[in-house]
């Protein structure tokens, strides 16, 4: 169960990443065709927004990336649930408040890892 749990948690981060790429750097070439919802002539205006959003994305990579490196459990295990919890929230509220697809997208992969670790301790 540990090892699935850390490779969950490097599969949150790796995820966020990517969105940190899209947000800072994707936003007017690749954002139009992710988030087709919006209209194309807002991806312009917005882009400090959406690098503000990256930025924050990145911040929740580097924290779960971080918790991988931590040697001695609890610590490092808390520090994950920490970071998943956090990133799972921002998937449930951004469904509830943008797209349903968020959910799948950046929630649930963060709820499975935690209830992972919550079975497997």
Not at 73 to 91: D, H, M, R, Y
Request: with cysteine; net charge positive.
């Amino acid at each position: 169960m540990h090892l699935i749990f850390k490779i969950l948690v490097a599969l949150v981060a790796l995820e966020h990443c990517y969105i940190l790429w899209l947000e800072m750097f994707g936003w007017t070439t690749r954002g139009p065709k992710v988030f087709k919802t919006l209209p194309p002539h807002l991806f312009e205006p917005t882009r400090a927004l959406a690098a503000n959003q990256g930025l924050y994305n990145g911040f929740l990579a580097a924290g779960l990336f971080w918790s991988l490196l931590i040697q001695t459990e609890p610590w490092s295990g808390n520090v994950a649930l920490f970071f998943l919890s956090c990133v799972a929230i921002a998937g449930i509220y951004g469904s509830i408040t943008a797209d349903k697809k968020i959910f799948w997208i950046q929630g649930l992969l963060p709820l499975i890892a935690i209830i992972v670790k919550l079975l497997g301790s």
